[in-house]
């Protein structure tokens, strides 16, 4: 059974940065896929990244691009999603999941495992 455990979200001014952490346990993550998923209070979820076990290919929402980067350490099975320019758009509950299947990327209905989620609220 996976197990993901996110961390670090909080309270940011507009303009901030802030760094999340994805830790995940209990699998072989060798070609899975990690996805970070937002949702905004009356949003429907939303991609924002993700980044593959094996081979490290990146994904990213338009919304963030050049603002936030993924990346993975594989030793502690955990992803990072390095969070820049935050603006109060980017105000929610971040959640990362993973699954075997790399494609479809972005669709968070095909993910198997999910964390519990962490706020990100930006202050303007």
């Known amino acids: 059974q996976v197990q993901l455990v996110e961390s670090g979200g909080g309270l940011v001014q507009a303009g901030g940065s802030l760094r999340l952490s994805c830790a995940a346990s209990?699998?072989?993550?060798?070609?899975?896929?990690v996805g970070w998923f937002r949702q905004a209070p009356g949003k429907e979820r939303e991609f924002v990244a993700a980044?593959?076990?094996?081979?490290?290919?990146?994904y990213y929402a338009e919304s963030v691009k050049g603002r936030f980067t993924i990346s993975r350490d594989n030793a502690k099975k955990t992803v990072y999603l390095q969070m820049n320019s935050l603006n109060s758009e980017d105000t929610a509950v971040y959640y990362c999941?993973?699954?075997?299947?790399?494609?479809?990327?972005?669709?968070?209905?095909?993910?198997?495992?999910w964390g519990q989620g962490t706020q990100v609220t930006v202050s303007s």
């Open positions: 980044i593959t076990w094996g081979g490290g290919s990146t």
């Open positions: 209990g699998g072989t993550f060798s070609w899975y896929i």
């Open positions: 999941a993973t699954k075997g299947t790399v494609v479809p990327v972005a669709q968070g209905t095909t993910y198997n495992y």
